[in-house]
């Protein structure tokens, strides 16, 4: 019997291990794919405090050697379903067995939703980007394009046009589904420009991505566009129904939680990037796994 099962091995699940072992409670990681979680896949991080600038596998493979050394388990299990019995003890079923816990965390975090085409994951990390927040300040100064009609890519939009000569905004249709607010401020922005019925056919580029090749849909034509970076926001897949009934999730499948990071089911908690929030960042899921896991030993300790 662990104290605490953590079901996700990326930066929460990691800061919730840290505090727990501190805490003198025994804990076992669960991790699908890779340890780090989407972090991992990042070349380069340059707002996560104490390094300047870290490769995102480093930072990752730093936390996880420091969960490592402070007794964390840790297993390579996909977590498929989590359940409790009268006395309270969780029993977390994964793709291998099964595991005993009286408490458990999921920081099962979010996928970035893809455009789908090969050379996108091909040049992912050189030119092809996910989180504007994050690798926008690389292109200070130069010519951009973005993806996407949403609050995020309305947010990034908003956000890349305060450091980027210029932002080509690709849209669906000639519509956004996002706060009147930020349609109005990105209208309004001059050095945004939108680019509606259009869709990218292709990622150019063969080390680093020097262009779009994009399909106007109204004229049936395709043109190249020339930029040295995209943002791609069409949106995250977290994965939670197999969590159901434990836990609510909200309409796009992100774990209800409160300030404590509880959810509806007393001894189980989320944290990070999979929980319904406003900024999902590494620092906000560090903060959420803090105070999970604090939330856990705090029930434990009861
Ligand atoms: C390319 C890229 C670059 C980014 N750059 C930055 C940056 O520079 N700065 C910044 O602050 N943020 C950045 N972000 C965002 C940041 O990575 C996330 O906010 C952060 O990783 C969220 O951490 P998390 O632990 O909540 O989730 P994740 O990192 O997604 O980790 C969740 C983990 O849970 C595992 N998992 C999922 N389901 C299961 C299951 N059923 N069983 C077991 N394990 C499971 C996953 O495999 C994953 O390893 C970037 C994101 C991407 C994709």
Known sequence: MTDIIIVGCGTAGMTAAIYALRNNKSVLILESE?????????????????????SGQDLATKMFEQ????????????ALSISKDENGVFTVKT???????LAVIIATGAKQKHIGIASE??????????????????????????????????????????????????????KFFGDESLVTTVRKTENIVIMPYTNVTDFLGND????????????????????PAVFVAIGQIPDNKRFLPLVEL???????????????????????????????QLTTAAGDGAIAAMSAIAYLNR
């Not at 780090?36 to 990042?42: K, L, T």
């Not at 209800?256 to 406003?278: P, S, Y």
């Open 250 to 280: 909200d309409k796009d499948g992100y774990v209800l939680g409160d300030d404590a990071m509880n959810t509806k089911t007393e001894g189980l908690f989320v944290a990070g990037d999979t929980r319904k929030k406003a900024i999902r």
């Open 121 to 174: 994951d091909k040049l992912l990390g050189n030119g092809v980007y996910y989180c504007a927040i994050c690798d926008g300040a690389f292109y200070k100064g130069k010519e951009v394009a973005l993806i996407g009609d949403g609050n995020t890519a309305l947010q990034s939009a908003i956000m890349l046009s305060s450091i980027c000569t210029k932002v080509y905004m690709l849209t669906w249709f000639d």
């Open 95 to 101: 793709d291998i067995g099964e595991h005993k816990s």
């Open 208 to 227: 680093r991505l020097t262009g779009l090749k994009v399909l106007d849909r109204l004229k049936g034509t395709e043109f190249i566009l020339e930029v």
């Open 67 to 78: 969960t490592l050394d402070l007794g964390a388990r840790f297993e390579l299990e996909n």
């Open 34 to 54: 890779a340890v780090g979680g989407q972090i991992a896949i990042s070349p380069k991080v340059e707002n996560f405090p104490t390094y300047r600038s870290i």
